[in-house]
T-cell receptor, first 110, second 114 residues
Framework: GQQVMQIPQYQHVQEGEDFTTYCNSS?????IQWYKQRPGGHPVFLIQ?????EVKKQKRLTFQFGEAKKNSSLHITATQTTDVGTYFC??????????FGAGTTVTVRA | EPEVTQTPSHQVTQMGQEVILRCVPI?????FYWYRQILGQKVEFLVS????????KSEIFDDQFSVERPDGSNFTLKIRSTKLEDSAMYFC????????????FGSGTRLTVV
């Protein structure tokens, strides 16, 4: 079945630094979504990428979808303490199932 | 902003007992889902529901699990005979249409089987 892999599992970042989390799917995706889960919270939708090679930005967050629609990345610049949480990518191949990666848990050193 | 509502927020049950987790999806949404997350682990797909029937289910969703939309608003997940390994956070989610929308998740029900 479809597998979505995400690295790194943990990211410890100094406040103000940049970091990137990477996502790879074993199959071609119709789209990929990114979610953020704060500690003790539920996943909250951030963005969706649909087109091959698509790049989208949300303030300090930049999301990319690979040309083959099998990989994606999230890059955060100038990390802030509000960025703490787990970032999940989730891949979709049909209407009925979204498969989540294992997530990257981000901690920030002030 | 519309929300997906889940009750209860925390359920403790004896092993072997039946539990029903309840969800009220956003009113105009058409696709409904249950996911679970064992503490510290990934969010795992259980089942999707569309047009009053199961669309897809995972290998986790065995005969002990069932879903219902009994009255057009509530969406329930029943676990018939709970096991210790069913302890997890269970999230309900809904979307308006299938393809190009982000999921709205509820706050979850933490199920503890003792």
């Amino acid at each position: 079945g479809q597998q979505v892999m995400q690295i790194p599992q943990y990211q410890h970042v100094q406040e103000g630094e940049d970091f990137t989390t990477y996502c790879n799917s074993s199959t071609t995706l119709s789209n990929i979504q990114w979610y953020k889960q704060r500690p003790g919270g539920h996943p909250v939708f951030l963005i969706q990428l649909v087109k091959s090679g698509e790049v989208k930005k949300q303030k300090r967050l930049t999301f990319q979808f690979g040309e083959a629609k099998k990989n994606s990345s999230l890059h955060i610049t100038a990390t802030q303490t509000t960025d703490v949480g787990t970032y999940f990518c989730a891949g979709k191949t049909n209407d009925y199932k979204l498969s989540f990666g294992a997530g990257t848990t981000v901690t920030v050193r002030a | 902003e519309p929300e997906v509502t889940q009750t209860p927020s925390h359920q403790v049950t004896q092993m072997g007992q039946e539990v029903i987790l309840r969800c009220v999806p956003i009113s105009n949404h058409l696709y409904f889902y249950w996911y679970r997350q064992i503490l510290g682990q990934k969010v795992e797909f259980l089942v999707s529901f569309y047009n009053n029937e199961i669309s897809e289910k995972s290998e986790i969703f065995d005969d002990q699990f069932s879903v219902e939309r009994p009255d057009g608003s509530n969406f329930t997940l029943k676990i018939r005979s709970t096991k210790l390994e069913d302890s997890a956070m269970y999230f309900c989610a809904s979307i308006f249409r299938g393809q190009n929308y982000g999921y709205t998740f509820g706050s979850g029900t933490r199920l503890t089987v003792v």
